[in-house]
């Protein structure tokens, strides 16, 4: 489809991490907000950031864009380091991202604002734009091009001429996920993806998610509340609470995680019930049930 960002391969099987975060500290006053986050982010790899509210989430992805700055700690893009960074120049190295709130101009059509997504590809100036000779009327085809086939990745052709403000919400929030595609990044940053969407449009988010790391092979980092969703799709996932790392791995180790269960649920971690010579549980109990977050699904504290 001529979309492809990434080099495709297993998730995160490149020896060179996408993305390096050592260490970052960020504070607010007396408020930590991150506190000693550390991971990597390999090629083509869904990676996800969950915890309650107030654990840091936003915090993070504000750092890797550049709004916030640390006070101590690295962050590298393919080996260059972002800190210190404004916005539009990590977005030049290869970084985009998707708002929790969309953030879409809802008088424009769905093909105007994944153009705006090309902006920073452009290479012709004002005059010849206003000319629309040379140059800049190829790049104004080129860029087209691509545009056609982020929407036909979507499915989002029904719609390519309609304003954006008279979509559906679920269709909008694809609307935003094609504009970031269009910056054609080699890391996608989806803050809540899903928030707000019913089933059925949670379903086709997951699964043009999905596509973006089969078939475009690009990294992504998601934070998201869904949890049925994040353990279902995410190959790795990043557990904070209070802006400290509570627990990082796979899925199926995370819920497993004693220290996840209490940041999730709070109190102790709760055991699981006494098994006999079989290895079958006895059907005794203590009173409690046994606690996974994943069980929660879109309930979990946000």
């Given at each position: 489809m001529g979309l492809v960002s990434a080099d495709p391969g297993s998730p995160g099987a490149a020896a060179a991490p996408v993305l390096e975060?050592?260490?970052?500290?960020?504070s607010f006053g007396a408020v930590k907000a991150v506190n000693g986050v550390?991971?990597?982010?390999?090629a083509g790899e869904l990676f996800?950031?969950?915890?309650?509210?107030?654990?840091?989430?936003t915090s993070i992805f504000n750092v890797l864009s550049g709004v916030y700055r640390p006070q101590r700690?690295?962050?590298?893009?393919?080996?260059?380091?972002?800190?210190?960074?404004?916005?539009?120049?990590?977005?030049?190295?290869?970084m985009a991202r998707t708002f929790q709130n969309i953030e879409l101009f809802t008088n424009l059509t769905v093909i105007d604002n994944l153009m705006l997504g090309r902006h920073q590809h452009l290479r012709y100036g004002t005059l010849a734009a206003m000319l629309w000779v040379g140059r800049a009327r190829n790049e104004e085809l080129r860029h087209r091009r691509r545009v056609e086939e982020i929407i036909d990745f979507l499915e989002l052709a029904q719609w390519r001429r309609m304003p954006v403000g008279l979509l559906p919400y679920g269709v909008q929030k694809r609307v935003e996920l094609g504009r970031a595609l269009a910056m054609e990044p080699r890391l996608l940053l989806l803050d809540e993806p899903v928030a707000g969407m019913n089933l059925e449009e949670t379903e086709d988010m997951a699964r043009y998610i999905l596509d973006i790391r089969d078939e475009l092979g690009i990294s992504m980092i998601m934070v998201e509340h869904d949890m049925g969703l994040v353990m279902d799709i995410a190959d790795r996932v990043l557990v904070l609470d209070f802006g400290t790392p509570v627990a990082i791995g796979t899925p199926a180790e995370v819920q497993r995680d004693p220290e996840v269960i209490r940041a999730y649920l709070g109190g102790e971690a709760l055991q699981e019930p006494p098994s006999d010579s079989t290895g079958e549980t006895t059907g005794e109990t203590t009173g409690e049930t046994t606690a996974d977050p994943a069980a929660a699904g879109e309930g979990a504290p946000a």
């Open positions: 975060v050592d260490d970052v500290h960020l550390g991971f990597t982010v390999g996800a950031v969950i915890g309650p509210n107030g654990a840091g989430k700690g690295q962050v590298r893009l393919e080996g260059r380091s972002l800190v210190g960074l404004r916005p539009p120049a990590i977005a030049r190295l290869g």
